[in-house]
DNA sequence: CTGAAAGCGCTTACAG
DNA sequence: CTGAAAGCGCTTACAG
């Protein structure tokens, strides 16, 4: 492995000044620099990273924390941070939580800082953001968070108005009782959706809301949908919590061969691609996840570059996807 | 942060005599060892693995590079991986390489080259593993590889015999005209695949093969089954070379209101978990993808806690799982 | 503008 | 069995 030391040689300065020029930072002269560039190409140098960050005391490499990487919100999320995180120069730690215990997490994140990770993305509710931040001075990104974070960046996504716009399309079409799965309530986003739901239903006179508690799987959306229909028979929409709550719901609806649209519409929330390889496609509220992710290292990597800590907290929009299973015309044409 | 500097100091010994307890390596007399591992505790001291991986030249962690992290076969992978790695006290980078040219890939891998990574699971063919091995003397284990690789550890899956017996599955239920619609053949995994469909077929008296090519995506899917119904309308079961193509299949099977299995009988190959959300649920040869992913690891791991290097290949077996895409009765049972 | 020196926090021969 | 010293490959005041 070459060395700056070795550059130092062949060019004819100290390592200093090799250093200086590697971090473009102090006076060169002109003519040093030229030598000095010329050098680093020839032997194709490149400074060792864990020395540089021994003194800099930064690694070059971010964290993504997530629930479960098998969940394809997670991993639409990671490619789009992944992206990022290489183009600037950085790399891309995967943190698994999910079913670990608190304590576990903390382990991790502890062993996590004897590395010099430069920055957190925190897609994840199993570790306790007020711990976190308590623990670790360094810049973080929290998605989906509850709330703002002082001196930290949270991102979400308008999940309140998404579900308002789900519920209303839901209305439009004509459904008269409309069931809302929803998602675990210590989770904000599903908190959220809830209330968006509860707004719409409002003042709605002729039609009527059923709000079920479900735990944003598929299995719950098959469980919560027979439950549904053994109270209430004459339900004619889903607006299930999330996508997979949804997709629970189709397969249920199609084994008891009821029929998506014309007698039970639904529609998701979150705009995982697996809405689309159902039969019916599935209506959702389509988060820019990839974005999101993409954003997420944005962000983290400006503000571990700009010592910038201010508390900051962007909120993207989701939007509504109309697809098969709320379009009764569609299918009509079909058949 | 606490140093191996302030833990001799308040055990009252030298910095090597603890790094030495830290190590488990070395002469450490009992007495002072108990001291030692007492102030340790105490000041819940955590050697800074940046300063250690500098001297050692290592850094605790491996790499995962797949083609595509949002792809349900990889994620599944990542998941296993993530989960041995922590445990053994290392950490994983993910990269993506997807979409990627091969130079951009080699100047990642050279990135991290200078992180001192201590090994690197390759599961995608973005990266040529001959430019690899010359390049990289770290160890590395290669996931479906299209052959044994010198000095490393190769981890495929018996796909040609899964084929078989996806073969074998639907000449036993009685199709008489199967086609199978294969992936890339510059992959090795499709490669096989095709291969075993072949071999079943041969000698097949009153049953007939047809072998269609597709890319392994849904899209694939059903666009091939497309083209074989207006070539072959008397075609009664597909064998999918992957279950992204099987779920197209079914997708479009569905659209076109022909009956699964009834009319056509659909398998797939790979065994990911949305083989379990299409209606109706499709039979697959299931491979053992999450224990892959552990599995990789465990063996990078030792590997590189042994310097071991011999050539190393691993077969592990694929197991049909049968599901609604191929059981007549169970169908009939629910009209 | 440039180089010598010290330092980042550890580990590893080496001498005793 | 233990400690002083050198070294891993950089960066950063500091002096000139």
């Known amino acids: 492995m070459t060395t700056i030391r070795d550059v130092a040689k062949l060019a004819g300065v100290s390592p200093a000044t090799v250093s200086r020029v590697l971090n473009n930072k102090g006076y060169v002269s002109e003519e040093k620099l030229k030598i000095i560039d010329k050098v680093i190409k020839e032997m194709n140098f490149q400074p060792n990273q ?25 991993s639409e999320l990671a490619k789009g941070a992944e992206k990022i995180t290489q183009q600037l120069g950085y790399s891309l730690l995967l943190g698994n939580t999910g079913g670990n215990n608190p304590e576990k997490n903390a382990d991790y994140m502890n062993f996590l800082k004897n590395k010099y990770i430069d920055g957190f993305i925190i897609a994840t509710h199993d570790i306790d953001v007020e711990v976190l931040k308590k623990n670790y001075k360094s810049p973080m990104v929290i998605l989906e968070a509850d709330k703002d ?36 309530q210590y989770d904000a986003t599903a908190k959220d959706r809830l209330r968006g739901f509860k707004t719409s239903m409002k003042h709605q006179e002729g039609s009527s809301g059923i709000e079920y508690p479900g735990d944003f799987s598929i299995m719950s959306g098959i469980e919560s949908i027979q439950e549904l229909l053994k109270k209430h028979s004459d339900i004619d929409g889903i607006f299930a919590g999330n996508d997979l709550i949804a997709i629970g719901v189709v397969k249920e609806l199609n084994r008891l061969k009821i029929k998506i649209p014309e007698q039970i519409a639904v529609c998701g929330f979150d705009g995982i691609t697996l809405t689309q390889i159902t039969s019916p496609e599935i209506t959702t509220i389509e988060q820019p996840i990839y974005k999101m992710g993409e954003l997420a290292a944005e962000r983290l990597i400006y503000r571990i570059n700009h010592s910038f800590n201010e508390t900051e907290s962007i909120e993207l929009k989701a939007k509504l996807v109309i697809r098969e299973s709320t379009v009764k015309s569609a299918i009509d044409s079909k058949q």
Chains 1, 2 share one sequence.
């Open 149 to 184: 974070i002082e001196n930290l960046c949270t991102i979400k996504v308008d999940n309140y108005h998404g579900a308002i716009e789900a519920t209303k399309h839901l209305l439009s079409i004509g459904c008269q009782k409309i069931a809302h799965i929803y998602g675990p």
């Open 50 to 74: 864990v020395a540089r960050g021994l003194t800099k005391k930064s690694s070059k490499t971010l964290a993504l924390l997530v629930t479960d990487i098998t969940n394809p919100f997670f």
